[in-house]
């Protein structure tokens, strides 16, 4: 309440808005590179973001379960019991504990979005090119993948599903989520019960460029392997990361 009052009593920004009128983007030099910008932003404008995320992944790889625990401590995202890890059985009582309304959403919503997701799935197919010569394309799906699910002041279970459901619709063997805890250490239990639903092999309780590397380079403590793909969105941090690990693991887009 004291922190709603101070808010309120503070003045308000004021807001400034620039026109930008694209007719003159041809005769306006001016306006040709504002456009230019916009239409060339890359996933991380920021170059000591990138610098930065590549330094925490650097440290992830070399020390593993050390750095990732480390680096929650400086930038946020632990656990309150340090735990790195959540197990399946700590999901399945977090979904149990769900209020029977929200139980009732999730799952209508994991049902239309695998419906949705069953669509997509692409099929395998077999050409005869020439007698005695048959050509296919074949899918099959991967082995294990990572999500990372933004949190920290706010939970995103819509995430989460949007995430998973496609992965369990294709076959994946494991699912791995990663997704920060918030400043006093709590995980939001709509998001651990979600995760309950989904059948979450492992839950990593870390946020922003450790939690991508944790999902690239795997915890050697607790036993956690590498995944073979990360998806999901998250801010500048995760971005970045998810830009430096592509190509040792893949990844879906930068922004998720």
Known sequence: ????????????????????????????PAVAAARQALL???AVP?????????????????RGDAAVREANERFGGAAADRR?????????????????????????????IGRFAATQLPATSRTTVAPGIEIERRWTPLRRIGAYVPGGSAAYPSSLVMCAVPARVAGVGELIVASPADRDG???????????????????????????????????????????RIVGPGNAWVTAAKLEVFGEVGIDLPAG
């Open 1 to 28: 309440d004291r922190e709603d009052r101070s808010v309120s009593a503070l003045p308000p920004t004021p807001v400034r808005l620039r026109r930008l009128d694209l007719r003159q983007a041809a005769s306006d």
């Open 40 to 42: 060339r932003r890359g």
């Open 84 to 112: 790195l890890i959540l197990e399946p059985g700590v999901l399945s009582a977090a979904r149990d504990a769900l209020p029977a309304d929200i139980r009732a959403g999730l799952e209508v919503m994991i049902e239309h």
């Open 46 to 62: 920021d170059p000591s973001v990138r610098d930065a995320a590549r330094a925490i992944l650097a440290d992830v790889r070399g």
């Open 186 to 228: 709590r995980l939001s239990p709509i998001l651990l019960g979600a995760a309950g639903l989904l059948g979450v092999d492992a839950f990593v309780v870390a946020g922003g460029a450790q939690a991508v590397g944790a999902l690239a380079y795997g915890l050697p403590e607790a036993g956690l392997a590498p995944v073979d």
